[in-house]
């Protein structure tokens, strides 16, 4: 036996005992592995954008046991080698390199796409895969504006195809296992949920205007966003601060933990939103805000809240990241691992459940790859074995939605306006409204 192949056995082998914890999944060892699975039973994946987040989940996909990456897309031609040099050292094969998702998506091979890129893609390169017949498993979150969203569900919808928010947490057994205990009534009822990110962040400086780096595509990375002159602080990762292409803080954590809140307060769309914050430690090219607060009303009689300190590392409840549940006869807090506390009234610890699996919070990559694998494989056995996906794509919208809208009451200076319980559209604020969609680069516009 070769040693990548070796090499590629002991990694199946470790993913297998990772996919198994928790009992949620049938655990496999080597051997069946190849007895059972052939190569047409393999699910064929390409993967978009694998510099940071994308490089992550292309060792993670590359793992699997029951998937083969068969290409790789990047506008950046390094990325784009170095990911497919990570891949074939674990998966033994090579996935073919191809800069141009919209190439990738021809191949009649292909069964699904996995994207990270900024968000400002998200949506609109998840319609085309959709199209093109393929699955998606799209990080978060999902839309870069809430018209993106609706147009995303709708496409899921038309064109049946399996969509999964990289919203991983969903599939964390213990974080499943206390919102399962919320929804039984461990802490009474709750009515309010607090979430929270707190980080050092650096300046980003004032970018200079640059020549394009060589084999960059920067008509491609900006692809449905109006075009913006090429400067040396916006990618990769800055671009998470400028709203042409991110989603500030909101987005980037936001999107985790209100997620899991919405979840545990078992609510959907929002009745009023409103948010304050700015841009405070540093005057630089940054357009987001650094500190953030958010607060939903729902009609189920809850709230909840969200705070981000991009530039104050202090910690809420000894954590950096995290969610609280209130309720009537106690708390649940969440730490952001796969870990939670529940304590009564009195702040009596009453239940401590300890993360079994090593998470870096701070990671801009991948906090955890062990437990990221379970909802790898959450997507995987929905497109062969039709489970239900954990973050099936009209979820990870609705939460999404909710980020959106805060964004926007950031944005239009409104603090506060209410929103429709059965859509989440704005009501009787027209400035507001006007953020719903975005203007995109014309002949990039989304549509289903
Ligand atoms: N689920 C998680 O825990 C998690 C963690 C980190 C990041 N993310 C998400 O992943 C996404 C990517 O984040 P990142 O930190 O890796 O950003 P990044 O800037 O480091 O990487 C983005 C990559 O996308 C590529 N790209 C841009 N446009 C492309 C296109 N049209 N076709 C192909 N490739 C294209 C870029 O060249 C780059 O390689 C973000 O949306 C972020 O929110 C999720």
């Known amino acids: 036996m070769g040693k990548s192949r070796r090499d590629f056995i002991k990694k199946t082998m ?61 506008v950046n031609v390094g990325y784009m080698n170095k990911c497919i040099g990570v891949v074939e050292k674990i998966q033994g094969s090579s996935p073919k390199p191809i800069g141009d998702f919209r190439k990738a998506l021809e191949n009649k091979d292909l069964e699904a796409m996995i994207i990270a890129t900024p968000d400002h893609w998200h949506t609109p390169a998840a319609i085309l895969a959709c199209k093109a017949g393929k699955h998606v498993y799209v990080e978060k979150p999902c839309a870069h504006n809430p018209k993106e969203g609706e147009l995303l569900v709708a496409a899921a919808r038309k064109y049946n195809r399996k969509v999964q928010m990289g919203s991983q947490r969903r599939s ?83 999107t985790h933990f209100v997620d899991i809140m919405r979840w545990g307060l078992n609510c959907s769309f929002s009745s009023n ?29 809850t709230f909840m809240e969200w705070e981000s300190r991009s530039c104050n590392g202090r910690t809420i409840e000894g954590s950096s990241v995290g969610a609280a549940f209130y309720g009537e006869k106690g708390t649940l807090v969440l730490d952001g691992s796969n870990a939670y506390k529940i304590y009564d009234l009195d702040n009596k610890l009453l239940k401590d459940v300890k993360n079994d699996i090593s998470i870096k919070i701070h990671s801009t990559v991948s906090p955890s790859q062990a437990l990221d694998a379970l909802h790898i494989q959450n997507f995987l056995k929905g497109i062969r074995e039709g489970v239900s996906l954990n973050a099936e794509i009209e979820k990870g919208y609705r939460s999404t939605l909710l980020i959106l809208l805060g964004n926007i009451a950031f944005r239009t200076g409104s603090v506060s306006f209410n929103t429709n319980p059965q859509d989440g559209h704005i009501l009787d604020n027209d400035i507001a409204n006007k953020y719903w969609s975005r203007r995109y680069q014309p002949g990039w516009e989304p549509s289903v």
């Open 172 to 254: 964390w057994p213990n974080v499943i296992e206390a919102i399962q205990s919320l929804h039984e009534g461990v802490i009474g009822r709750v009515y309010f949920a607090k979430g929270w990110y707190t980080n050092n962040r650096p300046t980003i400086g004032i970018g200079e205007t640059a020549g394009i780096p060589s084999g960059f595509n920067y008509d491609l990375w900006q692809g449905p966003a109006p075009r913006q002159p090429y400067k040396d602080n916006i990618q990769p990762y800055n671009w998470h601060w400028f709203w042409n292409w991110g989603t500030g803080e909101a987005g980037n954590n936001g």
């Open 273 to 301: 939103v409103r948010s304050s914050g700015g841009r405070y430690r540093y005057e630089d090219d940054w357009q987001t805000p650094d500190t953030q607060v958010i607060t939903w009303e729902f009609p189920n009689n």
């Open 14 to 74: 470790t993913a297998s005992a990772v996919v198994s914890l928790g009992g949620i999944l049938p655990s496999f060892n080597a051997k069946s592995y190849g007895n059972i699975l052939g190569a047409n039973d393999r699910v064929k994946v390409g993967i978009m954008g694998v510099h940071a987040r994308g490089l992550a989940l292309a060792e993670n996909y590359a793992r699997q046991k029951n998937c083969e990456i068969i290409s790789i897309s990047d």
